[in-house]
């Protein structure tokens, strides 16, 4: 990572910049947090707990906020939730309906295959369905959630953001600088001179 403040490379995630000090800790965080949110993906989420907070005050009967909390809620909190998230809940998904499957399929096709009843065989099979729509579910999360950070972002901020990086990627430290190892180095250094 490069110090924001002075350009140096910091190989060594070290705490603070080497070269001129800067805190590159919470630097470090935002760029490497790959699953973090966005801040105004933040606001965003603050802005719809708000507007929640007050549709749930204006609830007049129990009924409507029983609405409000068994139906609408989950599917904003679904709506809102990262894609490492909404991933791990796609395997959770599936693998409790995998399990299911095949928690009914085997013994069902066991009772089936000895008994020869019919009933059995079709439990069997639901039980098998079961089985691979849990897996599809796992197949999907591990394959198909698409990070965040792959779909293009076209808010203002990234704009603005993608400009500065446009303007800034040519600018180079001069040659003496970029070899700094400390502060107190380049002082010495002078000094021998
Ligand atoms: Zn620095």
Not at 13 to 22: K, W
């Amino acid at each position: 990572m490069f110090c924001p403040s002075c350009g140096l490379n910091d190989e060594n995630s070290n705490q603070f910049c080497r070269a001129c000090g800067t805190n590159l800790a919470p630097v470090r965080n935002a760029v490497e947090r790959g699953d973090a949110l966005t801040q105004s993906a933040a606001n965003a989420r603050d802005e719809i707990g708000r507007a929640f907070a007050a549709r749930i005050r204006q609830a007049q009967t129990a009924a409507e906020l029983k609405m409000v909390a068994e139906d609408v809620l989950p599917k904003v909190e679904e709506f809102l939730e990262s894609p490492e998230e909404k991933k791990l809940r796609r395997i959770r998904t599936g693998t409790i309906l995998g399990g299911i499957g095949a928690g009914a399929a085997i013994p069902f096709g066991i009772i089936a295959a000895i008994l020869g009843k019919e009933e059995f065989f079709f439990l069997g099979a639901a039980g098998v369905v079961c089985f691979f729509i849990g897996l599809s579910f796992i197949i999907n999360a591990i394959f198909a959630s698409v990070p965040k950070k792959l779909v293009a972002d076209r808010s203002e901020d990234a704009e603005r953001q993608a400009a500065i990086d446009r303007s800034t990627s040519d600018l180079q430290l001069p040659e003496s600088r970029q070899e700094f190892v400390s502060v107190i180095e380049e002082t010495t250094r002078n000094l021998q001179k």
